[in-house]
Structure formats: C-alpha cells, structure tokens
C-alpha cells in the first residue's frame, strides 16, 4: 500500500488534533485512530471514528441515567451473560466507523451484510487508483477436492508462474485501456485533443475484479461481531479473513470485555443440534456409539467427530 | 420530570468527567451532553453521546483520507447538494444516541421507525414508575370534524374539567392495583408475607397507556431527520411533535449546516405531482385555473390552494 | 375470540374465492388461509397470504431458471446443510403473511423484531374493540424467585381471585371511561350533544395494556424462524409462546422441510462455548470433572450439566 | 440473451404447471411470470414468483379481515392519498422476486439498495459463463462536460471502434485466461492432468467488471417502488435504467392503481424547497423574479425554471 504523500500529511494533521469531551473515550483505541493497518498488498483498514465501549453496553443493558457501570466484575459478569443469552441489543449501543481500501472482488462478499453504512468511492464520478491484488505465491491454492467452495494446495512451478503473470499482465493492460478510453491524465486533462474520451462509468467496466476501491463502512458492534464471526471463520476466503482479522485487533482494543465474551461464545463455540446432543450424553453414559448407530450421516458425524476432538 | 437525588448526582458525574480525543468534536453538543430537556410534564430528551459532525458527512461523500473539508462554502454547497438530490449515504456516518422519557402510547408510535438501535426499560424485570401524562388543558382537543386522524377545537368547562379527573383518577387507581399485585415496596422487598405477589410481566398489564416508559434510542442522521420530518411536522400527534421539536435543537447544534439543508429542502418543501406542476405552469401563463378546470379532486385543489397561498 | 357476523361472512367469501396461478402453491397451508387460529381469551393468528415453499429455497440457493428442485433427498440434505452452517439467504426467499390480535403489551415485545412489515389497527383514526386480555388462573404466576425476568407457582385462593378482579374491573372501567370520553357510539354517532367529545388520538391513553390490538404483519421465512427461536423458547413470555406456537404449526404446514431442519439445529440445538466444549472432551476422556475443576461460574456450570442431562 | 436448451425445457416446464389458490392473483402478471425480459445484450429480468395486488394494499390499510376492498374508485382514492402522504407501510404488504441477469458493474451500484432479499450465483462455488457486456454503439458517450457523473455525446469513427475493439477483447482474453487457470472444461472435467488448476474463488479475480452474473432478488413494493424511483430516473446510469424500465412494465401489470398514483406522485413529481415556493407564489403574485432577485443560486434558479418550463 501507498499512501501519497498528501495522504500521508492529511493523515498525521487528523492524528495530531486534540479535542475535549464528555463522551465515553478509550485511550486504547483512540492510539488507533486513523492509523493505517495494512492488508493484502495494497489493502487497508483504519478506524475513522468510535462511539461507546464496553461501559455503554452496560449503560444501556441498566438503562441508567449516568454511566451505568458497576464493579468491574459485575460489568463483567453482564457482558458475559448478554453475549452468552443473545441479548444483541445492548451491543447495538456502540458504534465504529473504517475507512477500507480492498479488492473489488473482496467488497462484492463484504457488502452482502446489509445492516451497515456505506460510502464507496465512486468510479461514475473519479477516476479509479492504478492498484491491483495479487496474491502471494503462498496463497495460490488448487480448487479444494472435497469442497466446491474452498482451496485446496498450493500451486507450484510453472503452473504458479504462469498464474501469477496473467493475473499481473491481464489487470495492468486493462488498466491501461481503461486509462486510453478516459484519455485524461492524473490532474484530469485532456491527453489526446482529437479525442473525447469515453464516460468514466463506462470505461471502468474495463477493469478487473482485483482492482482495489476503497469504502466508508460503518456498523454497529452486535451487527460487527456478527460480521466478524463469519468473516474470521476458517471457512472465509482468505481474501477477506485477512480484513476481518485486521478488525478484530481493533475491537480488541476498543471494548475488551465484549470482545472476550465473544470470543468464548461465538468465535470458539459450537452449535450442537439435538441429534449430537443425544449421541453425548450416550458417550457420556459410557456407550460406544457409531456413525452407524448415531443415526448421523457420515458428513455429519465426522462434522461431530472434530468437534469432539476423537477420530472420525 | 422528577429526578431522584441519586439520578440527579450520576447525571452530575458524568457531565463533569472531561477526556481527550482524536475524534471530531462538536463543542455546542458537548455543552448539551447528559442535559435533561424536559418534554411534556415527566418526559425529558437528553443526549447521550454522537458521533462525527457536518465533516463527516463530507469526509464521506468525498472518500478523503483525512477530514475531508475544504472552504466552509464549498462544504456548504455539498451538504445543500446532497441534501437537494437525496443522496442519503454520507448523512449515514454520523450517529447520536438519546435517553427518552415518554407516555407508552408515544413509544408506540414511535418505535414504527424500524431502522435505529432501543433498548427499553423492561417491565418484565423491573418495577415502572408512578409517573403518567396527564395532558395540559390547552391540549384536550375534541376530535377534528374535518380528519379523521387530527384535533379539532380545545375541549371547555365541565367535560374538559371530568376528562382531566377520569385520566387522573384511573391512572392512578389501577397503578396502585399494580402495585398491590406485585406486593412489594420501593426497595423490593415484600410488603405482605401472606402473599405472593404477581410476576412483574403479568401485573404490567393492567397499567394504563400514559404510563411512562424510557429507553436509549440511537440513530443515524440520515434516518433522525426522516424521523424529524414525519415527526415535527404539523400533522404529527402533538405529543410526539413535542420530543421532535426537542431533538431539532440537538441536531442544529450538533450538524448546522445539514440542519439548515435539510430546513429548505425537507421541513419546508413540498412534493408537487406532475399534475400539480402542471397547473402551476397553466397559472403562471396568465390562465386563470379553477378546481373545475384543474382535473383535480376537491381535496387535492385544497391542497395546492393552501401550498400557493391562494384561496381555494 | 368473538368474531362479528359481519367479520365472519367476510372470511368465509375470502375463503370461497379460488383462483388459477403458475405460483409454487402449498396445499397444506392453502387449507389454513384465511382460517383464524384462537390464542390467548379472544387473540387469534391467520395467514393471510404467502409466497414460496422449500422449493424456493433450494431454486434460490442453485440460483436456477425453472424450478431448481431435484430428488426429494438432495432438496432435504441441501436445506439441512443450509440451515446447519447457518446460510440463511435462501430461507428469505419465502414470504408470510398473518393477520394477528393480540394484548397490546404482547405487541410491545414482538413489535421489537424490527425486519418485518406491519400495519397496526390505528387507534388514532379507529375506536378499540372491547377486549381485553385476562388470564386463566393457571397462568397467574408469581414473580420467580430464581429469575428476575419469569414466573414461579401459580397463585391461589384468595390472592388470585383479587388479582383477576382487579385486572377485570379496571380494564373495564378504564374503557368505560374511554368510550365516555369519545362521545360517539358503535355507529359513530354523538351520544350526548351537548359535549364536544374527546380525540380518539387522547382518549385512548386511558386504557390498560392488556386491551386488544391487531396488525398485519409479514416477514420472510429467515426472519420468522429466528422470530419463533426466540419466542417459541421456554425463556419467553408465556402470552407471546403462545402465538409463537401457533405459528409454528403453519411452518410446518408450509415449508415440511425447512421445519425439520428448523427443529434439529435451532430449537432443539445448543450453543457450546469453548470452555463448555473443552469440559464434555475431558469428561469424555474419562475424567471426573466438578464445578470447581471446571473453571466454569456456578451459573454456567449449572446450565452445562442441565444440557449433558446430568445432575449438576 | 441466450438461454441454453436445458434452460428454455426448465422455463417452459415451470410455466405450464398450474396450481389452485385461494390467494390473490393477478391474471397480468401470471401472464409474465418466467417469462424472460431481455436487457441490454446478454441480460434478463424475469419475475419468478410474487404475493398480493393493489387489494392487498387497501387491506392492510383497513386492516380489514377479509380482502378488504370496496368500490374500485374508493380503492384507487385510499390507494393515491397513501401514496400522496407517503404512508409507505401498506405497499410493504405486497413482495416481488425476480431472477435477474445483470453485468457485475451494474450489479455494484443495484446492490446498494439494502431492503431487498439476494442470492447471487456464486463464483467461489461454480464456474461463471462467458458473457460480457459490450454496448451498442449508439451508448458509447464521452464523459459529460458539464455534470462530473454523466454522459455527454456519442463518440464517434475511429476513437468508437477502437473502444468497441478493446472492450471486446480484454473481457474474452480475461476470460479465456480464466478458463485456462481454472483447468476445467464445460462438464468440469480436468483439462490438462500435469496442472493442478487455480481455486474458483481466486481466478474469478481476472474477470472483468462487464462480466454478467446473475441474482434472485426480492424485495416488498414499496422498497421497489424506491427503487424505481432512484433507477428508473434521468440521472441513473443507462445501463441499470433499462433494467427498472422492464421492471416498471412488471409493476403496471402487477398492481396498475399503485403505478399510476406511483407515476403522478413520484415519477412525474418534483420538490420544491421553501425558497423555491416563495419565488413560485411571488411570481403568481405577478412579480418578474430573475436570478439575481430570486436569492438562489444559478445552479437552483436553472433547476427551478426547469421545472417550470420557461427559458433561465
């Protein structure tokens, strides 16, 4: 990622302002504050503005007319009773807004969780930034063999280096018939005068889905936490588990009771339906029980298997 | 409104606290910061935190990487922009969150708004206050003869003075019977050991709907000043005009320029239909226009009669 | 539930009108349309109007051009794994309708679930029925002594019959008083001439919560699942349940598949947190774990061996 | 468009099936459904199922208890002062789905409408089909010189074909490299047994934004109707407009006394700021109000008198 240098002064005159106020500050977070966490290879997060923290969600659970906190163990102990019993609202009562630069293919999973804000960077009315994702060679897996939604192993040889020359070559030619059919250069003027220059909403359309755009994405903690959950998860594309880890760090810092409260009832738990529940307490009671006598299919077993921690 | 002692001193503590941040801050808002503004005779509205100013709706619209404003009349000119053609998205990055006294009947209304984030005194855990609307005589209207959704003259002599002692009265008399039911004194403790006392969800019931309930709602601007706009408009209930016309303060001191936009372009306009807009032209053409030669029902001649400012 | 006869013929004409359509149609639930479901002492439930099956949902979850349903196994093993992991898009694609007349503080609860559509009966524009909610005695629990939200025994003798008279006098004379106040009789018609009458918009702030309202109100099969989740579960409010099963009958009328898959891994499944999930490995180990070896609070503790069927 | 074989036998065999219902029908829409409307060069709209009609409206309006419609013009005027008044919630009480084939640009700027239910055909599962969006020539304008998001004149000779040539040939290039990185055929048989071939959800990556995909998309009529609203527009991108002008025919059909209030009230209206209207009145008043005396700025004073159809 490359900031330009009048990015870079604008960044450090936000960081250098200093206000007072009455709200509910977080030091923690507040050290994050438009700092760039960098992503991929020209990706970024960075927190633009907070409100609320863990006090807030108590404040809110006790609807009080003050700050509302206890004992910090008994704040605590709330936090962790909410989380655990789904009692989502009091969560909604903190608010974070990022500013996010990722792969157009990576906004088009993001922007499917709805309850959110949005202000994406418009290629109707700008011109798109010359920066393309391309992976690491570590991350040029196979398609995976036993899941039509996953990756299998990594690529290697030719075959990786052929990959990985299309993908560059392909994105920066596009890029460049994309920039023909503008016919502006960087301050906007006109390159070519026997030209007009086609419309930017449809010269873009040129451009390949590893072109970062960037976005002002804001939510609230409950709907971030959920976003989190499946987005962190193993199961995500790396792709964009890269990003949701990159926030996990500042949620870490931001409302640190919540976020220990989720990671023990979202991010490591598991939902056990009533079948599996049945084939524990079977185990417990000292049966030796089957995928055969569990009445499991064997999807499902070796799925309960691994979360028991026993071999399939 | 009645705050307690201890109400009144978490209030005061909470004011006092001063931190400093990063973020943007509006200093007219602070100033309003854990105030009570009363609303009807034992309501209040008081902010409880917000986040991001006129800025952030720029910032937004702009995608910058820093605060995002330039001249002050060019940030103005956006805002108006933005506002004029409805494009709502930047007005989204800003977000307040209010603590609301309030009558049920107004909470019902109310909560129609489905895109904000409550969390509302339980009465299933919690005892509710003795505390009701009663309404200032100068608000007992008859209903309106001409809507069927609206007042009409102020009630006078004997039936304003009974309407006033019914309310009262059953008010009062069935929050004692809850009281009685519950069986249990300020501190929770039980008043008659010869009893049980009903469960709290149940004994709810039988108070009446002017009773006061309170939450935490907060919102997005975006979709505060849709609320703002159906809400602190005349054809409003009065008693839920009154907490809009509170929280308008609160916006134009927090958001002045979008509160101005939003004055001219939402508050005081008007939606002219194609047919309408049609008349007007035929008008300022010198035709002299009748309900008769206009094609439009009675109703809605009245209509555009009252929006020119002409007789109908 | 006393419906007019005026109501009655209504429904029944509803009921008689057959069309032709291309639509995916259910015969299971085509029987219950328009046929009211009795709740509580004079609520009900009825669908109205649907749209979708579990065809819908697999159709939309292959993204397919006609019907997208294969062998009744593949569709049931695809909604399942659906369900399982949690990808709720494809349940959205199915729509309900009810048309439903409740207590109004049962309404205050469901009205909390805010991705639905509803229009409520306008006590602002119409006058309120005579109904209201009072409980069969063996509903008239105690405030729990465990639990500051639920119930505990039932009351009895002369408490509970002092109870039910309250709640049946004051929800009378509160609507007494209420229709005393609108001056107008069943027709719409003044009563005494020589009053102005009061507006409906205030008058209807003196009746209790337990009075009968009704709302059309309709989401997506999504939403209505995770709506029932909660409010089906032995946690909630016993007079919201009850509609909450009622409801659940027509799922299972509606979409066989979805409700199964619905019942295995939402109702009758459990969420295990990281530390629960560590402890049933141990204990599946051989070891003999207590509460205290355990790491778990008593209360965590308690609910873990209430889940495994064991005596905590 | 071109449907494959398979496809045409899907669509045909799922409009020849006809079912009874009890529901409302509209014998115009059944005349539609799966039937597909072409779009642009490869795209479609088609509407797959839907759920009430303009009765459903008044219905919910009355919240009646049978179908709730009187005399159609008693309909038609409840269903025009709704909309006039924007009281939304009764046209949230009929929903829409369509099937949907869209290039990806145009899917980024659609998806921004976040009241609306998706499922897109996804390109981390399966293999996308190869289809690109290339607009006729008549389409090909240069950027607009005077509005920063618009189009201007169509280009024209060498500089148009060299577009259409570029366009064409980065998208089947990308393509063609997709395929090949990808490593398997139609019927997903590995093509060449020395490669591995590259994950589904990583090639995707080299495709170009005018690449088509496709959705199921349901939202209720009031969320469409906003849609339309906004897409349907002069200032919307050309190539989403076209798809809300087939959608329009689909509401006309489905619902013609909500379109037409629909067509008066929103299409064809425009609004009018206060300041606008004081100049509106002070010119009915007889007054020659120019720009410098209006107190709007020329970009408002060319708006307004375009609005009132006289020269600025």
């Not at 507040?30 to 970024?44: K, S, T």
């Not at 499917?112 to 992976?135: G, K, L």
């Not at 993908?167 to 030209?195: C, I, T």
């Not at 949620?251 to 056990?272: C, H, I, N, Q, T």
Request: net charge negative; with cysteine.
């Amino acid at each position: 990622m490359a900031l330009t240098d009048a990015q870079r002064a604008e960044l450090e005159q936000a960081r250098a302002a200093r206000s007072e106020t009455r709200r509910a500050t977080v030091p923690a977070l507040e050290a994050m504050l438009y700092q760039v966490m960098p992503v991929l290879d020209h990706g970024f997060v960075r927190v633009v503005d907070y409100m609320g923290d863990d006090g807030a969600v108590v404040q809110s659970a006790r609807v009080s007319y003050g700050r509302g906190t206890k004992a910090a163990n008994e704040d605590r102990g709330l936090i962790r009773y909410l989380m655990r019993h789904r009692h989502s609202t009091p969560f909604e009562m903190c608010e974070i807004k990022y500013h996010v630069k990722l792969p157009i293919f990576v906004a088009r999973q993001w922007i499917r969780h709805r309850t959110a804000n949005v202000n994406e960077y418009s290629a109707r009315y700008s011109v798109m930034d010359r920066e393309f994702y391309i992976p690491e060679p570590a991350q040029l897996a196979a398609q995976s063999s036993s899941n039509r939604q996953g990756r299998g192993d990594v690529l290697e040889g030719d075959e990786a280096a052929e990959v990985l020359r299309l993908l560059r070559d392909d994105a920066s030619r596009n890029y460049d018939h994309y920039a023909w059919m503008l016919n502006e250069d960087d301050a906007g003027q006109v390159v070519d005068e026997g030209r007009s220059g086609l419309a930017r909403e449809l010269a873009r359309m040129n451009l390949t889905l590893n072109t970062y755009t960037q976005w002002y994405w804001k939510t609230d903690l409950h709907n971030l936490l959920h976003f989190l959950s499946l987005r962190a998860d193993s199961h995500a594309q790396y792709e964009i588990r890269v990003y949701a880890e990159a926030m996990l760090e500042t949620v870490k810092a931001w409302v640190p009771l919540s976020y220990e409260a989720f990671a023990d009832y979202r991010m490591g738990a598991v939902m056990m339906s009533s079948q599996m529940l049945a084939i524990v307490r079977r185990m417990l009671g000292g049966e030796e029980v089957t995928q055969v006598t569990s009445g499991l299919s064997k999807r499902e077993w070796r799925e309960l298997m691994e979360v028991l921690g026993r071999p399939a």
